[in-house]
């Protein structure tokens, strides 16, 4: 890691960078290198504007507010959601769900034995992610989807397996009985 750390930090060296783009745990890391290497976190180098991150579930509550201390806290932190096949959704400004990118491809989603279009999902429904591509027609990723708000919000919180379903469950349970505090 330290020579392709070392190697972005020569590319950049004289230019203010404003964007920060990786996976969660790269950025993390990449952050933690240069603190060890130059004695600074990214935020006393550069004015970071926007942190685009990807490649990982749970980015906001596991990634966002340690890299808000590491890149600094006015850097606007944007969730990537995709695969190799594309970049499928992110999220908008504050708002902490993923906005899938309707224009671009066409998703179901496989709600028990039922496929369905995504935007028809319900608030709470959780579905096995199916997408068209160009290249790949109907390709199911095998990634849990969760419905926020019908047809409009999600979150992808990992593969679909039944222990990511039940996290995902009792998530939703603990959401529901906080709300009633």
Request: with cysteine.
């Amino acid at each position: 890691m330290g020579k392709r750390f070392q190697a972005a930090l020569r590319a950049v060296e004289g230019r203010d960078v404003k964007v920060a783009v990786g996976a969660g745990p790269a950025l993390w890391m990449f952050a933690r290198w240069l603190r060890r290497v130059e004695g600074a976190w990214p935020r006393e180098l550069w004015g970071m504007e926007l942190l685009l991150i990807a490649g990982v579930p749970h980015i906001r509550e596991a990634y966002v507010p340690e890299l808000a201390k590491y890149y600094g806290k006015t850097a606007l932190p944007v969730e990537l959601y995709g695969a190799t096949e594309g970049l499928f959704a992110a999220t908008l400004a504050e708002e902490p769900y993923l906005v899938p990118f309707y224009h671009a491809y066409l998703f179901e989603v496989r709600v028990g034995r039922r496929v369905k279009a995504l935007h028809e999902m319900k608030a709470g429904e959780l579905g096995s992610l199916i997408v068209s591509t160009p290249v790949l027609p109907r390709y199911e990723i095998d990634d849990l989807v969760v419905c926020h708000a019908n047809g409009l919000y999600f979150s992808v919180p990992g593969r679909d397996k039944l222990a990511v379903r039940l996290s995902a469950r009792l998530a939703a349970l603990v959401s529901a009985l906080a709300s009633f505090l």
